[in-house]
Structure formats: structure tokens, C-alpha cells
């Protein structure tokens, strides 16, 4: 049987050389973003940080009242995409598919 040829780039890096490469840049870009903070907000530092943590609670927050509210996969976006339409078709179907379903 013959061999597919691939051209241009070929995948040579399995799952673990890419976790731990973007695990290194995360990292890096973590240490890079505090020390300009550092170097910037200079002895503001803590308060700069302070408030910083205050506004990630409140996101995070944010985030967990979302996730109480819309507790199913998908959120809002799914039961309004499978309502259905007066036809009594999908919306979501209704909308690309008019005149074939």
C-alpha cells in the first residue's frame, strides 16, 4: 500500500513536549508580567497587587454566578439556538437550511 506524503510541516512533537512547552511560556510570561509590575508601580507594589487580587474575585465571581445560572453545557447560547421556530423546525436549523429540511 502506498505511503502518504505530507508536505510542509510535519508533526514531530507528541502531547508531553507541547504541555510542557506552554507550560514554560505560561510561566515565563507570569514572572515577566511581576517583575513589571515591579519595576513599574515601584513601592506600590503590594497595593498594585491588592487591587489587582480585588478585581480577579470579582471576575471570578462573575464567573461562578454565570455558571449557577446556566448549569447545563452551553449556557444560554444552547436553548436559544434548539427553540423552536413557529414552522417547528430548530431555529438553529431553520436558519441555514430553509428549503432542504
Known amino acids: 500500500m502506498a505511503q502518504r506524503r505530507l508536505e510542509g510541516l510535519q508533526r514531530v512533537l507528541g502531547v508531553y513536549p507541547l504541555a510542557s512547552s506552554a507550560y514554560g511560556n505560561v510561566g515565563s510570561s507570569i514572572y515577566y508580567a511581576l517583575g513589571l509590575v515591579a519595576a513599574l508601580a515601584l ?12 478585581i480577579f474575585f470579582l471576575t471570578a465571581s462573575t464567573y461562578a454566578e454565570a455558571t449557577a445560572m446556566f448549569p447545563e453545557a ?14 417547528g423546525r430548530s431555529s438553529r436549523l431553520g436558519a441555514r437550511c430553509s428549503t432542504t429540511c
Open 74 to 87: 452551553g449556557g444560554p447560547r444552547r436553548s436559544r439556538a434548539t427553540r423552536s421556530t413557529s414552522s
Open 43 to 54: 513601592g506600590l507594589t503590594p497595593i498594585v497587587f491588592i487591587i489587582s487580587g480585588c
